[in-house]
Each structure stands twice: as C-alpha cells, then as structure tokens.
C-alpha cells in the first residue's frame, strides 16, 4: 500500500491553501546527484580514499609484491565506496523531501527529512539573490533577506547558501535549469515590489496597510 508523508498538506509543499490571489508560479526540488556533490561534498571524500588506498599501495609494495599490496588497498576501496553511498542516500533522501515553490508573492521551501518545516520567505522580505550555476545547468539560487530577519543555518541546512553562517541565505539548492527558475524569480519579484501599498484608515484614526 503507497503511503504519502505529506498527504496532511492542502497544497503541495505549502502548510496551507493559498489565497484567491496567489498562485503557483514553478515547483522542483534539488537533484541528488548535484546536492551529494556540492552540500555532501561527496567527489572530495572519493578523492581522500582514492589517495589513502593509492598511498597504501605505495607504501606496501616496499615490502610485499605488487598484487598484495593492492590487496592492502582493498579496505580503503570498501570503506570509500560506503561512505560515499551514505553520503548519496542522504542526498537523496533530503532532496526527496525537499519541495521548492515559487509564487506570485513569495518563496517557499518545504524542507527537512527527520523535522519538517516550512519556510516563507514573501518578496518584500528578500534584499537580493544570487545565482551559482554548473556547467550542467543546475545551480543554487539564495536569497539574501532584509531587516531583523534571521535563519538559523544547522536547521535549514542543506538548503542555504555555503559558507554564509553568519547571516544565513535561504536557497533553491541544486535545482535543475537554474538560469529559467532565476528568470521566475526575477520577474515575480519584480513585479510583486512594484505593486502599491494602499492605507486604509481605521475607525481610531490608525492607517493600516492594505493590498
């Protein structure tokens, strides 16, 4: 029997139905291959247990002949090829829950295997973002956010922008076609920052803003 861990969602990667006037604009998620690499820093811990095998044959074959010492290679191959499968799966298994959205109104990402959460990032609240694209054409777009907001990076990780702790960037992490979602983006934001800001009065005499 299929079970689906988010059935409880009424709209796709959203904890909620979205108003009359939101709508969908794009939805992906990080491709594994591309997160294991870049987040899981999986090519790097290849090359560690390529290098520690090839520095065993080295150092054996002063002692032992040449197809022993490969032998003495042999766990180092094992133990890279294990860690490297572990570090895949969980790519996978973060990419899978991840759900990233774009709409009219804001950036929302479905993210967590364990502790799922959902962040809602409205254009109003992202100063500006960045694109890092591969030469395959996948890429991270990160959002850098304006005023006191602030992300904690160990929670939302993987699905930030590396190496910025500090100030922890919200990001569409590895996503396939980068340079079309960034254009969604792009023209989304542009157009959501441009609509006015109606102020309506209050019975007391406060000005509330109203779209």
Not at 84 to 93: E, V
Not at 198 to 205: F, T
Request: with cysteine.
């Amino acid at each position: 029997m299929s079970h689906d861990d988010f059935n409880f969602e009424p709209v796709r990667g959203l904890p909620e139905a979205l108003p009359p006037d939101e709508h969908i604009l794009w939805q992906g998620a990080p491709d594994p291959w591309a997160l294991a690499r870049d987040a899981f820093k999986v090519r790097w811990v290849a090359s560690y247990f390529s290098l520690l095998a090839v520095w065993r044959i080295g150092a054996s074959s002063t002692e032992v002949s040449f197809g022993v010492a490969i032998a003495h290679a042999v766990p180092f191959v094992l133990a890279g090829v294990l860690v490297c499968g572990i570090l895949y799966g969980l790519a996978t298994i973060q990419a899978r829950a991840a759900v990233y959205t774009l709409t009219n109104k804001r950036v929302a990402l479905r993210i967590g295997a364990a502790l799922t959460m959902t962040l809602n990032l409205p254009y109003t609240w992202i100063g500006c973002a960045s694109l890092d694209v591969r030469k395959s054409g996948h890429g991270t777009l990160a959002f850098e956010l304006i005023g006191d907001t602030r992300l904690s990076f160990l929670m939302t990780w993987p699905h930030v922008r590396p190496w910025h702790i500090a100030r922890t960037q919200a990001a569409l992490r590895c996503i396939p076609d980068a340079h079309r979602v960034a254009r969604i983006f792009a023209d989304a934001a542009e157009t959501r920052i441009a609509q006015p800001v109606i102020a309506r009065s209050e019975p007391d005499g406060r000005a509330v803003a109203a779209e």
